[in-house]
C-alpha cells in the first residue's frame, strides 16, 4: 500500500484493535503502520503521548549511563495538522492544539517518571519563539509539577536542552518534547549510542 495514501478499511480496522487494546488496560508498543493512517488514530484516539526508551538495549550499548526515555506529544504539532492547502506558490497548514491533551501529556510525562524510581522530569520545547503554544505547554507542565513535588522539574528550549541531554545525561530521566523533535531523537540518538559516534 502506498505510505502517502489513506485507507479507510485498514484504518476501521485499526480502530476496532486500539479500542479492545483500552478495553482491556494494554497499550501497543510498536507497530507499523502507514504514516496518515497511524496519524489520525493518534489524534482521534488520544494517543497524545508516545514513550521511547532512547536506549534500551544496555547490554550491547558503549554508554551505559545513557538511560533517557523519550515522551513524544503524538497528537498535535505540525504532524497532525488539521487543513493543508497549496495555492499560487504557498502550503497553508492549521495546527490546532489543546490544553487538555497537554495536560495529559504532562501528567504522563510524570507518571513514567515515578513509574522509573521518580526520576527527573525535562520539558523540551523552543516555547519563546511559539507565542501562546509556549506558554500553554509550560502551563501545563508547571501545574502537573506541582502535583509532583517530589520529581525533579526542569524546562529547556530545544537547542540548549538537547545539548544538556549528552553532557549531563544522569539528570534527565523522563524528556518530554513534541512529536516532530522527538521523531529525529528517536531515530538519530540510538544511532549514536550503538554506534559510537560521539
Same mark, same amino acid.
Given at each position: 500500500?502506498? @505510505?502517502? =495514501? ?9 480502530? /476496532? ?7 482491556? =488496560? ?8 502507514? &504514516?496518515?493512517?497511524?496519524? /489520525?488514530? /493518534?489524534?482521534?484516539? %488520544?494517543?497524545? &503521548? ?13 554508554? =551505559?549511563?545513557? &538511560?533517557?526515555i ?22 497553508r497548514m ?31 520545547? =523552543?516555547?519563546?519563539?511559539? %507565542? ?12 502537573e509539577?506541582?502535583?509532583?513535588? @517530589? ?9 540548549a ?7 549531563? &545525561? ?14 529525529i ?14
Amino acid at each position: 500500500m502506498d @505510505a502517502e =495514501k489513506f485507507d479507510p478499511g485498514l484504518y476501521a480496522e485499526l480502530v /476496532r484493535f486500539y479500542e479492545f487494546i483500552q478495553s482491556r =488496560k494494554g497499550a501497543v508498543v510498536r507497530g507499523s503502520v502507514p &504514516a496518515p493512517v497511524l496519524y /489520525r488514530l /493518534r489524534r482521534e484516539l %488520544g494517543q497524545s &503521548a508516545k514513550v521511547v526508551p532512547l536506549n534500551p538495549f544496555l547490554s550491547i550499548s558503549i554508554y =551505559k549511563d545513557f &538511560a533517557v526515555i523519550l515522551l513524544r506529544e503524538g497528537s498535535q504539532g505540525i504532524y497532525h495538522y488539521s487543513q493543508m492547502s497549496r495555492q499560487d506558490g504557498e502550503v497553508r497548514m492549521q495546527m490546532i492544539w489543546s490544553m487538555e491533551r497537554l495536560r495529559f501529556f504532562a501528567a504522563t510525562a510524570f507518571q513514567v517518571a515515578e513509574a522509573n524510581q521518580g526520576v527527573a522530569v525535562a520539558s523540551i520545547l =523552543k516555547e519563546s519563539v511559539l %507565542g501562546e503554544l509556549g506558554r500553554m505547554w509550560l502551563e501545563a507542565f508547571h501545574e502537573e509539577s506541582r502535583r509532583h513535588p @517530589a520529581i525533579r522539574f526542569s524546562h529547556r528550549p530545544s537547542g540548549a536542552g538537547f545539548s544538556d541531554m549528552w553532557i549531563s &545525561a544522569r539528570e534527565f530521566g523522563v524528556v518530554a518534547t513534541d512529536d516532530q523533535s522527538g521523531d529525529i531523537l528517536s531515530d538519530l540518538v540510538p544511532t549514536v549510542l550503538y554506534n559510537g559516534s560521539i
